[in-house]
């Protein structure tokens, strides 16, 4: 009964991360055309840090219990919040279309399992690196036909590649110092400095304006409650429970999920390769993420 419990969960924790994970254009899409993208962070962060700061309190989380502790936590927050989704977020706002920016971030499953083999010793087969390859050849077939040369800049190239080193450095941080912290409380500080880090730069950037309609409050609504709370729940405790390596593997779905919900929701076009890039994308997570019995 256990075993069965457990490989249910191995499959729906993930499944549930990579499709809310997928969702995070819907933030860029409705929200930037009324806010800017500082602003629209900061205010996400407030909202975030206020809801997990309630569910601490009444479920009497423990906080992180040295100040050295709680230093690893707001820097891992910083790496995952402030550098990925203000790098992202800032190439989206001046120019670059999102499949170039999930293109240079979909570099991140290798950049984390080099940094991982390194630093926190582990150790990946060969099937596992081919596995890494055949994702990320996978990947430029998905997004390959959408993205251009032209649309590249010094600096929106500049800021996708913070929000890919960020992510990065901020798994295997992550993995290495924040394994015994709660989520909801190590949350609410992460939240809160990302937040005040967002605040600082709309303040120094920004003119800070907003227009308030329908469009932004769903998307607000759906980036602090499916995103903040929801999706980044999910990947501290698969960070926590897994190998870094193997769970930054499952944002190579991340394009491709994207992908499939762009076309059921906005009749976005999907090309022939595009679908057996999904496909090798697949192949290529399952070889790195699966465990394989070997007969002796």
């Known amino acids: 009964m256990n075993s069965t419990k457990h ?8 499944s549930v991360f990579v499709f809310l994970w997928a969702t995070g254009f819907i933030g860029a899409r409705y929200g930037l055309p009324y806010m800017e993208p500082m602003t629209f962070l900061a205010i996400r962060m407030g909202f ?15 906080w992180p219990p040295t100040p ?5 936590v707001i820097v891992a927050g910083l790496l995952v919040h402030g550098g990925y989704l203000g790098g992202v977020w800032a190439a989206i706002a001046i120019g670059m279309p999102a499949g170039m920016v999930s293109l240079i971030v979909g570099m991140q499953p290798i950049l984390t399992s080099v940094a991982a083999f ?35 800049t010094p600096l929106s190239g500049l800021y996708a590649c913070i929000g890919l080193v960020s992510i990065s450095a901020g798994t295997v941080y992550q993995k290495k ?34 227009h308030w309609n329908t ?12 995103l903040s709370v929801g999706a980044v729940a999910l990947l501290y405790k698969l960070i926590r429970d897994g190998e870094a390596s193997e769970v930054s593997s499952l944002l190579y779905l991340v394009p491709p999920v994207t992908a499939l919900i762009a076309y059921i929701c906005f009749n976005e076009r ?9 496909a090798l994308v697949a192949l290529g997570v399952a070889l790195v993420v699966l465990r394989f019995q070997t007969r002796r």
């Open 7 to 14: 490989t249910q969960s191995a499959i729906v924790i993930p």
């Open 48 to 62: 975030a840090s206020v809801i997990l700061l309630i569910m601490a309190l009444i479920s009497k989380a423990s």
């Open 68 to 72: 050295l502790a709680a230093i690893h």
């Open 118 to 152: 390194f630093i926190l010793n582990e150790r990946l087969t060969l099937r596992q690196w081919a596995g890494l390859l055949i994702g990320l050849i996978g990947l430029f077939l998905v997004l390959g036909h959408r993205v251009s040369g032209h649309d590249l």
């Open 177 to 210: 110092f924040f394994a015994s912290v709660d989520i909801r409380t190590g949350g609410v500080l992460q939240y809160i400095t990302s937040g005040l880090l967002f605040w600082l730069l709309a303040i120094c950037f920004e003119h800070r304006t907003v």
């Open 215 to 226: 469009s932004l409050i769903f998307a607000m609504a759906w980036s602090v409650l499916a």
């Open 270 to 278: 999907l090309t022939t390769m595009a679908m057996f890039g999904m």
